[in-house]
């Protein structure tokens, strides 16, 4: 095995397809380097050594070292100088890199390869001592931050005392001597932190930096992100060691961060940050404001210095040309690292752009519309669940809202929430229930968690591209970023924008897309659908097999999926129909009745009400497919739980009070979700379907007088394990359906199927078929009675499960392919060869989750049916799946 790629001078051994072994920083800096762009030469430990490491007890393979050596001289050899040379010392930089970016792996180390002798060297040979001793004072405190744990804290506190002392306020008015002197702080900082001195050796410098690489990728920050994203934990982790430039050299050097396209709108227009002779992170952690890249747009933007276009002319021209070459070469939009050194540009970095779910959509469309991808392309480009954001409501524009304070847009959408000042906060308050607003100075990788669990994000300091910015757009959170004027006081609990004075607890708004900070909370409104998402969705469709259904019953619900596309209603819940205001009462009545006289007259009450639901159900629909569900809650849940629904049950009923409660009591059961509910309930008291049924019916025909479309109705029997479950309901429906059509002299267009929700009913389902024109696998119930786990209570110890790798996934939101998929391909499969025409979907909580779809796809199921804002998300998933 080959365990380390060398890139550098034009040429490299690696190349952008490999980014599984080189990660993806490593595979894209070889990649730049083959098409001849400017990159400092270096090379990348793979991520293979990275499993090695971690298989083999913490060690690296045998050959590693010479490997290393090796591209380490090569590195020298185009630079012209050496690793710990007293006169003319190299320097670099220690990078990770995971296939897919990953915040929580370790930070760079910048300026490896300095210690007491080789400063002194590169003050001579750059001419520069006070440099020289910066980027030693840096790398000190960089190194013993990341690899060595020692608090950054006590270098900051270091240096603001040293600023104190001279009088002066910025970095950068400290002498050389000054710098000295802090080092020599510095040192004894560390070594009276670890009891041992800082490492002077260059080789103990830079093998500590790249086993601090490998060791991070099990951080606790590393693997809760890992988990949120679904990345492996095989996949490892590589490193990049590269020659340094500097862009802390003077007034004509800089370095910068920037997006080839608005990642925020997806506009076609050179949008970034960059900071005057200064190094590294300085741009992302927000320690001095960033200028803006271009002329044009900044007035959208924040900075009100001069841009990189008018300051440095020349060297903006060649980075506006690596931008095209990088669009071109990647057919994507590019986020790139780069840093000028004495006016000579270096690219450090490109990678594909985050990007809001809007941006997404624009750039797609855009990118079609430039010849640089295809249709199908662009639909794959988009992350289905990026959606969500656009999706999702906005700030009314008419509601009034009283505006506290603004900061940049950096990530679109509407939020609002309960301030709180940290992370653990955040998360705390989140589990409780509580929708919460984090708000902060700035956002690092051990916010993460706090992030996901809030509402927004609102920080008072840093750029579009800064940490905040980015994790919230590719979470799909709104945030507002670099909101200045907002003064926080984290002891007290409290910040303070012009005058105005919140407090922990308090609600706020923040508008994402406007980058505005309001009191109170706003009320919102539906975003528009159309132009570059309805082109997206248009395509979506020419390339999907799967059919896309909604779950919903309310009319705002059934309504809000025909918006979104929905080709028809997978799962209507009659259930939600007996809960609605005084219909509980009668629902109650009939639940509690002794007899079925008692029964009927219950039932009586409630036909008129659950038939007016259908009525505009139908209507809504117009003759596209409804799939009605019969009644399926356990009976507990309609029991009578307080004295007042005694009182109330007994008095509709007519019988004593007492006589109720002993009535509920003799219902109860020890276990519902397995008890008497479903086609049980209904085989019980068949007098319910009868009803439903007539209610159905009845209802189908007077919407199709009103829509003049026949109402294409399909009644579902939940819960079935045994055939003649079904079959004994299926006669009672037919008999209704046939009276109906007597009495109106119209016949009722409708089809009987099942729910397989039963391991029984999926591998009976040969059998089961010869009744059912259709199956919609129910896959919540499935999965809960396939894997035995209540989902009320696998809260207790699912989140054990995925931490220590039993499974991978909460089974409950992925599918669960191998279990739960394979009964589920068994009933297809089954079910088909009974009936060839059977009609087969899905209509669990997975049919909105693009995972459990592309496994639909494979199983080759006719149609996936969500819950109505998944809509657009199953459509273009379904798309994907495709593809
Ligand atoms: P991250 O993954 O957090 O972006 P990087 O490895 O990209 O970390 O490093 C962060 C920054 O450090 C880069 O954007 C760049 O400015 C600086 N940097 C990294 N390597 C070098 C180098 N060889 N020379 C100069 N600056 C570098
Ligand atoms: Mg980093
Ligand atoms: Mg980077």
């Given at each position: 095995t080959k365990w380390v790629y060398s890139f550098g001078k034009g040429i490299a051994e690696g190349g952008a397809k490999m980014r599984n072994l080189l990660g993806g920083k490593g595979a894209n800096l070889a990649e730049m380097s083959s098409i001849g762009l400017p990159v400092p030469p270096g090379f990348t430990i793979t991520t293979e050594v990275c499993t090695y490491y971690y298989q083999n007890g913490e060690t690296y393979p045998p050959e590693l070292a010479a490997e290393v050596a090796e591209g380490l001289k090569a590195v020298e050899a185009i630079v012209g100088t050496k690793l710990g040379d007293a006169v003319n010392p190299l320097l670099v930089s220690v990078r990770s890199g995971a296939r897919v970016s990953m915040p929580g792996m370790m930070d760079t180390v910048l300026n490896l390869g300095l210690n007491d002798e080789t400063v002194e060297g590169l003050a001579k040979a750059s001419g520069d001592a006070r440099f020289a001793y910066d980027s030693y004072r840096r790398f000190i405190q960089m190194y013993s931050d990341v690899v060595l744990g020692v608090d950054h804290h006590d270098f900051e506190d270091l240096l603001e005392l040293k600023k104190d002392l001279r009088g002066v306020s910025q970095d950068t008015e400290l002498t050389a001597d000054d710098l000295k002197e802090l080092i020599g702080e510095y040192k004894k900082t560390v070594e009276d932190a670890l009891g041992k001195p800082f490492p002077q050796d260059v080789q103990d410098q830079l093998w500590g930096a790249v086993g601090a690489v490998f060791s991070s990728w099990q951080t606790h920050r590393a693997v809760v992100y890992r988990k949120l994203h679904d990345i492996p934990e095989e996949w490892g982790t590589a490193v990049n060691v590269q020659a340094m430039v500097f862009g802390n050299m003077g007034s004509d050097c800089a370095t910068g961060v920037a997006f080839t396209r608005d990642p925020s709108t997806g506009d076609n227009r050179f949008y970034g940050e960059y900071l005057v002779n200064a190094q590294g992170e300085d741009v992302v952690a927000g320690i001095r404001t960033p200028q803006n890249?271009?002329?044009?747009?900044k007035d959208m933007q924040h900075s009100t210095l001069p841009a990189m276009e008018e300051v440095m002319p020349v060297v903006f021209k060649q980075l506006d040309e690596v931008r095209e070459t990088l669009e071109k070469h990647y057919r994507d939009m590019q986020d790139i690292e780069f840093t000028v050194q004495k006016d000579k540009l270096f690219m450090l970095q490109t990678r594909s752009g985050k990007r809001t779910g809007k941006a997404a959509i624009k750039i797609a469309c855009d990118m079609v519309d430039e010849g640089l991808i295809d249709k199908q392309t662009a639909v794959s480009r988009i992350e289905p669940q990026s959606l969500d954001q656009i999706l999702h409501p906005m700030l009314d524009p008419d509601a009034d809202r009283k505006v506290i304070g603004t900061g940049l847009p950096a990530s679109p959408g509407a939020a609002s929430g309960q301030v709180v000042f940290s992370a653990d906060e955040a998360e705390k308050r989140a589990q409780n229930g509580d929708r919460v607003m984090l708000v902060r100075i700035e956002t690092s990788p051990e916010d993460i968690h706090g992030m996901h669990a809030a509402e927004g994000i609102l920080t008072t300091r840093g750029g579009m591209t800064s940490h905040a910015a980015v994790v919230a757009r590719g979470m799909g959170r709104p945030c507002v970023a670099g909101a200045g004027d907002i003064a926080i006081d984290y002891k007290a609990g409290t910040f303070t924008v012009g005058g105005v004075t919140i407090t922990e607890g308090d609600w706020i708004t923040i508008d994402g897309a406007a980058g505005q900070v309001i009191e109170g909370r706003v009320p919102t409104v539906q975003p528009e659908l159309s132009g570059d998402f309805g082109r997206i969705m248009e395509w979506a469709d020419e390339i999907r097999d799967l059919g896309v259904r909604a779950n919903a019953e309310t009319p705002d619900d059934v309504r809000t999926a025909r918006d979104f596309g929905a080709e028809g209603i997978g799962l209507a819940r009659t259930e939600h129909m007996f809960f609605d205001g005084d219909r509980i009462t009668a629902v109650r009545e009939m639940i509690l009745a002794e007899t079925e006289e008692g029964r009927r007259a219950a039932l009586k009450k409630i036909l008129p009400m659950q038939k007016a639901d259908f009525v505009e159900l139908f209507t809504i629909m117009k003759g596209l497919p409804v799939t009605v569900r019969l009644l399926d809650p356990p009976l507990h849940e309609f029991l009578p739980r307080e004295t007042v629904e005694f009182d109330e049950v007994a008095a509709a009923i007519g019988v004593s009070v007492e006589k109720v409660r002993r009535r509920a009591a003799q219902l109860h059961e020890s276990n519902p979700m397995l008890g008497h509910r479903g086609c049980r309930l209904l085989n019980s008291y068949p007098e319910i379907c009868e009803m439903q049924a007539r209610a159905i019916f009845e209802a189908a025909i007077e919407a199709a007088e009103t829509t003049g479309e026949p109402t294409h109705v399909e009644v579902m029997v939940p819960l079935v394990g045994i055939r003649k479950e079904l079959d004994l309901l299926k006669d009672v429906i037919d008999r209704v359906a046939k009276q109906v059509g007597q009495e109106k002299g119209v016949e009722p267009v409708y089809t009987v199927g099942t729910m397989i929700e039963l391991p029984r009913a999926a591998l009976q389902a040969g059998v089961i078929a010869e009744s059912a024109a259709f199956f919609s696998f129910g896959t919540n119930d499935l999965t809960q009675t396939t894997l035995g786990i209540s989902r009320d209570d696998a809260g207790a110890f699912l989140g054990a499960y995925e931490k220590r790798g039993i499974?991978?996934?909460d089974p409950f939101q992925t599918l669960d392919v191998d279990g739960v998929g394979e009964l589920i391909s068994i009933a297809k499969e089954r079910g088909r060869a009974t009936r060839p025409d059977l009609k087969v979907g899905i209509c669990g909580e997975h049919g909105g989750d693009p995972k459990s779809i592309d496994f639909c796809q494979t199983v080759g199921l006719d149609y996936i049916s969500c819950s109505p804002f998944r809509v657009p998300i199953a459509r273009l998933a379904a798309a994907q799946a495709a593809i």
């Open positions: 890249l271009t002329i044009v747009g499974i991978e996934q």
